[in-house]
């Protein structure tokens, strides 16, 4: 194309894009660990982190590397072939997450959906236990796992045998789970939902009611797996051992990818019964074992604990009362809940050079990669801190 200015392609972009994205006007156009760069040359410090695909930043050296050799030598492989490649990425994998097996896919809505047909078809069983606020991904089954109306009610009818139950509370989730379930789907921190973490306990009686009445536990690891929450799963808080873990985000280090771990009491998928084209191709699984290889020989995760832990006591302490209701999540998964509507305070804090989420309409959400460094992350808690006592 010729000569196009960065209004041009802000114009082009809107012009010719699905319509479906909120966009903000910034064109992002490079990213290096914590940091990101506009067409204009402004630098930001990054705590979007992909929406939770960059655990490990951006363009990190040892996935950049993997995946341009990898693109030199193999890019696609269906699964009815071998791979050597893919071999050692799902063992490594299993090993990492102490699971027999794994199925590997695309992205986080297609993991979800893997998850319903496994539990099904390892059941007998239809019903799956889902929970208010949850979010699973836009796809038909994943949405129908979802629980915002927003995102369902344009596409009724969805998949039926879903149902909802409230959160954090054991005594429904007793009643919802019966001999017709095959499965409770839920996030050990829900994060779209407006970054809820699941209370001490909970998940172990989840796990408990799916054994005492044969159904399985899939939990949803797509934004808490890989180190986010200062565990490399986020259900490792609970001590609990799911049947099913569905994750993608960051596990290619910002390859898409998905995966579905599978533990025992699934067993194996009957011969021919699901299959992905794109599933387990070896430039994905290149940028994952990179991946893993990372997480697994640095202190990432544990950094992410104390890091996590250090700011929200921080802004537990220094966020004005006046303008909060509450500070929480795990791990570098943070939540700031206002009294007020966030969509200004994201646009002040961009026009600062921070870049952050929202979790709904009050809550700010940081999910910074988890390379970033100490001053880019204090820098960054410094001017939320600022922008949101301005706000008031
Ligand atoms: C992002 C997300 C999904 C959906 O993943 P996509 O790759 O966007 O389809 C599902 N569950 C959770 C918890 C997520 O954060």
Redesign the pocket.
Known sequence: MLDVTTMDLLALEKEHSSGTYIKREIQIVRGEGARLWDADGHEYIDCVGGQ?AANLGHSHPAVVSAIQQQAATLMSCPEFFHNPVRARYQAALCEAAGMPRVYLCN???EA?ESAIKLARVATGRTGIVAAMRG????TMG?LSATWNKAYREPFEPLVPGMSHVPFNNIDRLAEAITDQTAAMII?PVQ??GGVHPAEPGYLKAAERLCHERGALLIL?E??TGFGRTGYFFGHEYDDVQPDLIAL??SIGGGVPMGAVLMGERVGALPPASHGSTFGGNPLACAAGLAVLDVLCHSDLIERARTRGEAVMAHLRENLPAEAIREVRGRGLLIGIELKDKVAPVLRALQARGVLALPAGLTVLRLLPPLVISDEDLWQAITIVEETISHAI
């Open positions: 939770g992205s986080g809505a979800i979010f699973h991904g836009r994943a996030e994060g779209e949803d797509i934004q993608a985000k």
